[in-house]
């Protein structure tokens, strides 16, 4: 039997053969691969070399363009950041600017990249609501139709077009009721209707009726045959306080994430106010609210688990309501409570508002708590049925934990039925 020698790092009870010992100078394989993956590491770091790909550039279209290209990973290079995000950038954009990045976006399509092509398209059309229906055919003749909101402005001619092979085309009618619902003007609302009454029978093929689609771009088709709007365009954006706005009194207008001092009656944690928001402020007042806050309160353990419904009194105050029903929930985990000691950002209301469409894509990057606008839904749209009026309720905004805690995610949607005065919470995360 051949004799085993020790290992040479101090403490390590491996033995080794003599084979191997010539092989690594005496050490374990382990502890060999170890000095080899230390000698690696301290090749990168000495050879790390920071690449500024932005350096000089004072054109924000040349910095998107670096932004959206793809970036071959290399352990000798390190990015540095540019100093604002991407849609920081598309809020930047004079319409000069936008029209030729709308025209690099073209360039990508033709040469055949459609990914990044997409990208960018919804990009101008959710940040800037720019207007692309030019891109339209081209977009058809790539056969893209799935990124359904690109095609929210289409022109008469191409909306027709769409009805059309909505009605023949089997392998993309579900890209195009959505197409159909983000375009949304009379003649599709009619078209609807149409199907609604004389169901064709592609809709066996379906999981819903083809109207139900509509509620994705954020809308429904009423019994008498109307449009229903669920969501409103005034949209202001949510935004963590910077340093210096922290330091500054808090304005009165609107307050988030506050505690209430009511609990909840099925896990006795305390609810939360979401948004404390002056009716009168811009965001709200068209819904024409008889008191002068709105509050909508949600417990943000139970409300992550199902529908959670609030009935605001004469002054508007919330309070737990009868309609709710007791999801099923997860046996209490006792840990998960120590989180709610982190802290959390501050978080203000934007001054300006943005496009109705900013965070309709949840898939890009930008931030996502907002009131008004379109939800941001990670999975299918879910608009809460009003207990009352059985109607589905209006969605007033949305707060996303990525933006409150540094491990966050999901966002809670907030509703209201504003005839009932019940508001609704919805969750959901990836
Ligand atoms: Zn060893
Ligand atoms: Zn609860
Ligand atoms: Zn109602």
């Known amino acids: ?241 910077s340093e210096e706005q922290a330091c500054t009194a808090e304005a009165d207008t609107a307050h988030f994430l506050q505690e209430s001092r009511s609990a909840c009656p099925w896990c006795s944690r305390k609810l939360t106010l979401l948004i404390d928001v002056d009716t009168a402020h811009l965001s709200l007042r068209y819904l024409g609210l008889p008191f002068e806050r709105l509050q909508v309160m949600t417990c943000e353990h139970c409300g992550a688990y199902g529908t959670l419904y609030m009935e605001l009194d004469q002054q508007g105050k919330p309070s737990w309501s009868p309609f709710n029903h007791l999801p099923v929930l997860p046996s209490p985990d006792l840990s998960a409570d120590s989180d709610s000691d982190l802290s959390r950002a501050r978080l203000i209301l934007a001054d300006v508002p943005h496009s109705p469409f900013y965070t309709a894509n949840w898939a890009l990057s930008q931030h996502n708590s907002q009131l008004g606008g379109h939800p941001s839904w990670v999975q299918d749209a879910e608009y809460p049925v009003c207990p009352c009026c059985q109607q589905h309720m209006s969605y007033i905004g949305q707060l996303d934990w990525e933006d409150i805690e540094q491990y966050g995610e999901g966002l809670f949607y907030m509703f209201i039925c504003i005839e009932d005065r019940i508001t609704a919470t919805v969750y959901q995360q990836s």
């Open 1 to 241: 039997m051949t004799e085993r020698i020790p290992c040479k790092t101090e403490g390590c009870q491996a033995t080794i053969l003599p084979t191997t010992a010539v092989k690594t100078g005496g050490y374990c394989m382990p502890c060999h691969q170890e000095q080899e993956r230390q000698k690696r590491q301290a090749y990168i770091e000495a050879h790390r070399k920071t690449v500024n790909q932005y350096e000089g550039l004072t054109d924000p279209v040349d910095v998107l363009k670096i932004m959206h290209a793809p970036r071959v990973y290399d352990p000798l290079i390190q990015y540095a950041p540019y100093p604002l995000s991407m849609e920081e950038v598309y809020l930047s954009l004079s319409a000069d600017e936008a029209a030729r990045m709308l025209n690099h976006a073209i360039e990508q399509l033709e040469s055949g990249d459609t990914d990044e092509a997409e990208t960018i398209l919804m990009s101008l059309v959710c940040y800037l609501n720019l207007d692309i229906a030019d891109v339209l055919p081209t977009l058809m003749e790539h056969d893209l139709y799935h990124a359904s909101i690109l095609f929210k402005d289409a022109p008469a001619d191409i909306r027709d077009l769409l009805i059309e092979q909505a009605e023949a085309d089997d392998d993309r009618r579900n890209h195009l009721l959505l197409i159909l619902s983000w375009i949304g003007d009379c003649e599709v609302v009619s078209q609807f209707q149409r199907w609604s009454l004389t169901p064709p029978q592609w809709t066996e093929q379906l999981f819903v009726e083809p109207e139900h689609y509509a509620l994705e771009a954020g809308w429904e088709l009423t019994q008498a045959g109307e449009r229903r709007s669920l969501i409103h365009n005034h949209s202001y954006a949510i935004r963590a306080a």
